[in-house]
């Protein structure tokens, strides 16, 4: 069974980046047609996919937030990143790690972390 561990600050200021770390266990990042997402839920709004590292280590990010996104990952350490840069006050969210196959279907989640964007 692999189990999804987010963890990072709770709390990032305006204007900075806030990067948040996925622990995985139980099932290896390079796992073959894996892929390894972050997905945000804002207060009161529903689910947002934010983007995507495969086994391989390509990454794959929404329109919408590709500009200030990067997502990366430790093999070594069986650990893939977030950074989200230039954060405003509606970046605040509950931030997920999750992992399945193919691209966009999830099977397994993290249990989530929350982050407040706030001076």
């Known amino acids: 069974q692999v189990q999804l561990q987010e963890s990072g600050p709770g709390l990032v200021k305006p204007s900075q980046t806030l990067s948040l770390t996925c622990t995985v266990s139980g099932g290896s990042i390079t796992t073959n047609y894996y892929y390894w997402s972050w997905i945000r839920q804002p207060p009161g709004k529903g689910l947002e996919w934010m983007g995507a590292?495969?086994?391989?280590?390509?990454?794959y990010y929404s329109p919408s937030l590709k500009s200030h996104t990067s997502i990366s990952r430790d093999t070594s350490k069986n650990q893939f990143t977030l950074q989200l840069s230039s954060v405003t006050p509606e970046d605040t969210a509950v931030y997920y790690c999750?992992?399945?196959?193919?691209?966009?279907?999830?099977?397994?989640w993290g249990q989530g972390a929350q982050v407040t964007v706030s001076s």
């Open positions: 590292i495969a086994y391989s280590g390509y990454t």
């Open positions: 999750a992992s399945g196959q193919p691209l966009h279907t999830i099977d397994y």
